[in-house]
């Protein structure tokens, strides 16, 4: 059996660029782009990914693969799967930067261990918040909907040539705001109590000084820190479940489908 030149040129456009595009997105994704998952995993699920996908993929009409054009087209795919994938980052941020606010805050920063995921150490509470929302990103199918969006990406922005909207990009950076909003409004309540001790401890320095404040209150402090959190926790799922729906459409925004 014999296969033309341009037929394999275009089962090669069909099955490369598609595979730069899914497997950006699959190594920064939340959960399987963390440092602690081997490249050869992420690599072969993208593979696996790809395979399936080609069949019901629209034909690649740049088939161009031996030029520079080709170094232009691959990363253009390169920058549409890591902006997929950044969405679900931004995500997961959202909740280490809450805990990393309310460690600081009561004390807990010391205890620290080593993030998985980008391999700094970072303060416990903020690698508790990640694994809940991890696992909470996880149960929402939240893998299963990464793929299915760069898939669908497939449809709205075809492998052709032609560049992608700049706007795209600025829909990224001014999401990264709401990163920061949720994060402070889950570290809020915890705050304002935290303040409220701190006060108390002023008015007791100020009404008996012979008291030592710093063997008395920094226990103090780091047991209301823990009882504050725990009583805070419910307010977790609410955030989480908002900052999802506000991923769901920045990337509805980004592929072109309605969320």
Known sequence: MEFPFAVIIQWLSDFLLPLVRISSMIMIMAGLGAKNVPSRIKLGLAVVVTFVAVPMLPPATFNN???????????QQMLIGVAIGFASVLLLNTFVLAGQ??????????????????????PAVGQFYLILATLLFFVFNGHLMMIQMVIHSFEVLPIDGNWWAVDHYWDIVTWGGWMFTTALV?????????????????????????????????????????VIIWATLGNFMTQFEFQWLKMVELMCSLVGCTP
């Not at 008015?203 to 209150?217: E, H, K, W, Y």
């Open 65 to 75: 693969l031996f030029s520079f054009e080709m170094i232009l087209v691959v990363i």
């Open 186 to 226: 889950l570290a809020l309540a915890p705050l304002t109590a935290m303040l409220v001790i701190n006060m108390s401890f002023g008015v007791m320095t100020r009404a008996a000084p012979q008291l030592n404040i710093f063997s008395i209150g920094f226990p103090f402090t780091l047991v209301a820190g823990l």
């Open 101 to 122: 606010i309310l460690a600081m805050q009561t004390g807990l920063g010391f205890a620290s261990v080593v993030d998985p995921s980008n391999g700094l150490s970072v």
